[in-house]
């Protein structure tokens, strides 16, 4: 499918790459490329050459935050359905099957902080600056800090919500906002091994871990047990875990089926 404001592309290793491309507008998100973020991470659920996605920003910039043309002159209700547009992808990936990996090439502001919080995993450019920085224009990022707060707990989400500095790499590393940091003359190279690696995983395994860790995520402790418990007997009993088991026994390579 062809998009106007980001690229796909599916490789044979089995990782789809969404960049954001508007690069001219540091890769902000516009109502057209919220909208196109949502549906290529959807169609990249469905395709099934797809294990890992992995998303992007064209240019020197992962994403500044959200474009402020047309911001003014809306009701209270029609900035609520903006903004809820505008953060839909967020919330989705959460409830994707397959790992979303932030590729970070450069400053992640605002919503761009939150999509990179929102993905699963991030490995970023030793450049790749991070911060909620809406506050210092009078807004804030109350969507954003959610995923935020996810990776980071109370304390480092507040600061990052109420100061809306950008974080250097190796600090935001330090708290969990990224996994890694690597050169940025390595980055691309990096991050593709990083996610051609996580392909290589059991699919099926791989959809169980991710969908069980968020649908239990916010129980208590015991329910969580109860809840994985039950998650990982299903996985026990699929084809896949027995191929994988086989796989070991027999110290070959397991075949995964393509989900």
């Given at each position: 499918?062809s998009y106007?404001t980001i690229i796909t592309e599916?490789?044979e290793?089995f990782?789809?790459m ?7 507008q540091?890769n ?6 919220a909208?196109?973020l949502?549906q290529?991470l959807?169609e990249m659920?469905?395709?099934?050459s797809v294990?890992?996605?992995?998303v992007?920003?064209a240019?020197r910039a992962f994403?500044?935050?959200i ?5 003014e002159?809306k ?7 903006w ?15 397959k790992p ?6 450069g400053?992640?502001?605002a919503?761009?902080?939150?999509l990179v919080?929102a993905c699963d995993l991030?490995?970023?450019?030793e450049r790749a600056k ?7 224009v009078?807004?804030n990022?109350v969507g954003p ?7 980071l707990?109370?304390?480092?989400a507040l ?10 790499p ?10 890694r940091?690597v050169p940025?003359?390595e980055l691309?190279?990096?991050a593709?091994?990083w ?7 059991s699919?099926v395994?791989?959809?169980n871990?991710?969908t ?9 402790y ?7 418990d039950r998650a990982f ?10 191929e ?8 070959r390579?397991p075949?995964?089926k393509t989900?």
């Amino acid at each position: 499918m062809s998009y106007n404001t980001i690229i796909t592309e599916i490789g044979e290793d089995f990782v789809g790459m969404i960049t954001l491309n508007r690069p001219d507008q540091l890769n902000t998100f516009s109502w057209d490329l919220a909208g196109e973020l949502r549906q290529a991470l959807e169609e990249m659920e469905k395709d099934s050459s797809v294990r890992v996605v992995m998303v992007t920003g064209a240019g020197r910039a992962f994403c500044a935050g959200i474009d402020l043309t047309g911001y003014e002159g809306k009701t209270e209700a029609e900035y609520e359905k903006w903004i809820t547009h505008m953060e839909d992808s967020l919330a989705y990936i959460s409830q994707m099957s397959k790992p979303v990996i932030a590729k970070v090439n450069g400053a992640a502001a605002a919503i761009g902080a939150g999509l990179v919080a929102a993905c699963d995993l991030a490995i970023a450019s030793e450049r790749a600056k991070i911060g909620l920085t809406a506050i210092n224009v009078g807004l804030n990022c109350v969507g954003p800090v959610i995923p935020v707060s996810k990776s980071l707990g109370r304390k480092h989400a507040l600061e990052m919500l109420l100061f809306g500095e950008l974080l250097s790499p190796t600090r935001a590393l330090e708290m969990g906002l990224y996994n890694r940091v690597v050169p940025s003359d390595e980055l691309n190279e990096l991050a593709r091994e990083w996610a051609a690696s996580l392909a290589q995983r059991s699919p099926v395994a791989v959809a169980n871990a991710k969908t069980s860790y968020y649908a239990s995520e916010d129980m208590s402790y015991m329910e969580q047990f109860k809840f994985m418990d039950r998650a990982f007997a299903q996985l026990c009993a699929s084809p896949e875990a027995k191929e994988g088991v086989s796989a070991f026994l027999e110290k070959r390579d397991p075949s995964w089926k393509t989900k």
